[in-house]
């Protein structure tokens, strides 16, 4: 059983459009962390969200964190080429990280 | 951020051969690095937890005496990859936590032929 499960798996979108990105989860987690990956990198923090109901904001990219800390979400407002990528969801789990499926983001120009 | 290193970031090698991928904290101590395994378009797999001066603990399905792993220093761990198949072409993820957060090194990229 996926612990964190991201949705969409897959979403090819136009440059300014905005999009969603979605990490759920029936367990409750301490913190969320979102990653992007670019094709051969590893992945970089965007941000760690720690509180129920956090907002924060990253220039065009929304993070929130769920109330009860069980799901967050990240949307990006007018979609760049550069934000494509592969979007990762990952808490913390026994003392390991635990990933979402991802999200890979195709933005056209 | 903290930063993690690997080496090397690309590797080729024949069949049969072992190879070693090094896994650094450049700016902190990591008593504990993971190592992932990422197939093309599809999420981290974690293969084993490295902990500083004891056995690594292998995910279920990983071969220990295939995937080596050695973390002798605070800030050093290696993944070696014995005798190597086709099927073992991957790309390897090593990361250590600092604090609450987790730290990605770039990657290396395994092609066995």
């Known amino acids: 059983t996926q612990l964190l499960e991201q949705s969409p798996q897959f979403l090819s979108i136009q440059e300014g459009e905005n999009l969603t990105v979605y990490c759920n989860s029936s367990s409750v987690f301490s913190s969320l962390q979102w990653y992007r990956q670019e094709p051969g990198e590893g992945p970089v923090l965007l941000v760690t969200?720690?509180?129920?109901?956090e907002v924060k904001k990253l220039k065009r990219l929304t993070f929130q964190f769920g109330d009860a800390r069980k799901d967050s979400s990240l949307h990006i407002t007018a979609a760049q080429p550069g934000d494509t990528g592969l979007y990762l969801c990952?808490?913390?789990?026994?003392?390991?990280?635990?990933f979402g499926d991802g999200t890979t983001l195709t933005v056209k120009p | 951020g903290a930063v993690v290193s690997q080496h090397p970031s690309w590797v080729i090698c024949k069949s049969g051969t072992s190879v070693k991928i090094e896994c650094r904290s450049l700016d902190f101590q990591a008593t504990t690095m993971f190592w992932y395994r990422q197939f093309p378009k599809q999420s981290l797999m974690l293969m084993a937890t490295s902990n500083e001066g004891s056995k690594a603990t292998y995910e279920q399905g990983v071969e220990k005496d295939k995937f080596l792993i050695n973390h002798a220093s605070l800030t050093l761990s290696t993944l070696t990859v014995t005798s190597a198949h086709p099927e073992d072409s991957s790309f390897y993820i090593c990361?250590?936590?600092?604090?609450?957060?987790?730290?990605f090194g770039p990657g290396t990229r395994l092609t066995v032929l």
């Open positions: 969200v720690v509180t129920g109901g």
């Open positions: 990952a808490g913390p789990n026994a003392g390991k990280s635990t």
């Open positions: 990361s250590g936590t600092s604090g609450r957060v987790t730290f």
